[in-house]
């Protein structure tokens, strides 16, 4: 099995293509906050170019949580080249593989809230005052410092990150009849809460004179 998978939920991001014959033969990190595309792109054509005429039988993306521009970037690029490739298209928690079901895993959701991933996958968003009643085990992929700072919690692990790699891991380790699951899912990001949309002050149609 020829494997893609995209991973750019966060900073940093990243890609890799897993082949039958090699392993892992292409990988690529990056740091971006706005402007993922101008990386991920070139990453890609080396990729495809490595995978050459060689089928490309499965594209994974990281869905979040995390950047909700850097996901959408990843999964209009994993739709265009799964339509070209013939390639399924299956989006994936992106930090499944950091939790390995034992950690619960906190990040700053902005807006006054914080989002938690239950070991069993499970998504929610505590308030300040919920994180700090909080008694399990946390992680965070938020950098070493950031969350004491703001709510007096101190996590057990600080800094991860999910990655391309661990998408393939996941993958591998799930079952047929998960990734049929998954695969059979339409592949979309995974949002905390309703995206934040500011309403136009003109509509598209009104003339200003």
């Known amino acids: 099995m020829n494997i893609l998978a995209i991973e750019c939920s966060c900073n940093p991001a990243s890609l890799c293509l897993c082949t039958e014959e090699e392993g892992v033969c292409t990988r690529a990190e990056w740091s971006a906050e706005r402007n993922h595309d101008a990386y991920l792109f070139p990453a890609l054509q080396q990729a495809l170019a490595t995978l050459s005429e060689r089928p490309l039988h499965t594209i994974l993306v990281g869905a979040g949580p995390g950047s909700y521009g850097g996901v959408r970037v990843a999964l209009a690029a994993g739709v265009g080249i799964a339509l070209v490739r013939g390639a399924q298209l299956v989006a994936l928690d992106s930090w499944a593989h950091l939790s390995q079901g034992k950690l619960s895993i906190i990040s700053d959701a902005r807006r006054g809230g914080w ?21 399990e085990p946390l992680a965070t992929v938020e950098a070493p410092g950031v969350v004491a700072a703001k709510t007096g919690v101190h996590p057990q692990q600080e800094g991860l990150h999910p990655t391309a790699e661990g998408l393939v891991a996941q993958w591998l380790h799930m079952s047929a009849e998960e990734r049929a699951a998954a695969a059979a899912k339409a592949p979309e990001p995974i949002y905390v809460r309703p995206p934040h949309i500011t309403d136009a002050q003109r509509k598209p149609w009104e003339i200003k004179h």
Do not use: K, Y
Request: aromatic residues 4%.
């Open 115 to 135: 989002t938690l991933r239950h070991p069993d996958g499970r998504i929610e968003v505590l308030s300040t005052a919920q994180l700090t009643a909080w008694a």
